[in-house]
């Protein structure tokens, strides 16, 4: 049981270069979402995904986009990275539990737009 | 100006001391989490408190949900090396589907041995 993963851990892009995120969860999870995490900012939600077949923006969703794939995949893609994406990419999904919602995140993709 | 502020931003303490965090909103919260991170990885889950007025232990660690619902605490017990690490903590506004969690700022917390 893996969790989840993402892929690539690392990443150095030029302005205006596009990529792909990848994210897999093997919980069984409906709801997927991916955060960035930036020096002094906390965790900033930029799309989810509440089950298969939906998208919906968060906080800070503009120069992304995704697809949810499948139940355990949702991918990030960024179309034409700029040097204010350059952050650290979270992907999580959740789980009802004890009258709450849980997250369970990956372990990043550190990300450098040069 | 974020919904959920967090103090201390950074503590530094010796090993042993006691330490207590602070997670504060105006707003109120059907729910509220703590997670830990660790450098290079993702948050992880602590705890979740979810009745006004709700303490939970976890070890060394003690979690307080405030009565109204609009803060939480954490408290840490004699402080170990191990407990080193970002602590963010993380909330469900109240009637929301629970879609979404706004994150504190976070409090970066160093134990010297």
């Known amino acids: 049981n893996a969790g989840v993963t993402q892929t690539p851990k690392f990443q150095v892009l030029k302005t205006g270069q596009s990529m792909t995120l990848q994210c897999a969860q093997d919980m069984n999870h409906n709801s997927m979402y991916w955060y960035r995490q930036d020096p002094g900012m906390g965790l900033r939600l930029i799309y989810y995904?509440?089950?298969?077949?939906?998208?919906d923006k968060g906080e800070v969703p503009n120069g992304y986009n995704v697809s949810r794939l499948n139940k355990r995949e949702f991918s990030l893609r960024l179309e034409s990275a700029a040097p204010s994406q350059t952050s650290v990419y979270f992907c999580?999904?959740?789980?009802?539990?004890?009258?709450?919602?849980?997250?369970?995140f990956g372990p990043g993709t550190r990300l450098t737009v040069t | 100006t974020q919904l959920l502020e967090q103090s201390p931003q950074f503590l530094s303490i010796q090993e042993g001391e006691n330490l207590t965090v602070y997670c504060n909103s105006s707003s109120v919260f059907s729910s509220l989490q703590w997670y830990r991170q660790e450098p290079g990885e993702g948050p992880v889950l602590l705890v979740t408190v979810v009745t006004g007025g709700e303490v939970k232990k976890l070890k060394r660690l003690t979690f307080q949900f405030g009565d109204a619902r609009k803060d939480s605490s954490l408290h840490i017990t004699a402080a170990q090396p191990g407990d080193t690490g970002l602590y963010l903590c993380?909330?469900?506004?109240?009637?929301?589907?629970?879609?979404?969690?706004?994150f504190g700022g976070g409090t970066r917390l160093m134990v010297k041995p």
């Open positions: 995904s509440a089950s298969e077949g939906t998208t």
């Open positions: 993380a909330a469900s506004l109240q009637g929301d589907a629970g879609n979404m969690l706004t």
């Open positions: 999580a999904s959740r789980r009802y539990s004890r009258r709450s919602y849980e997250q369970y």
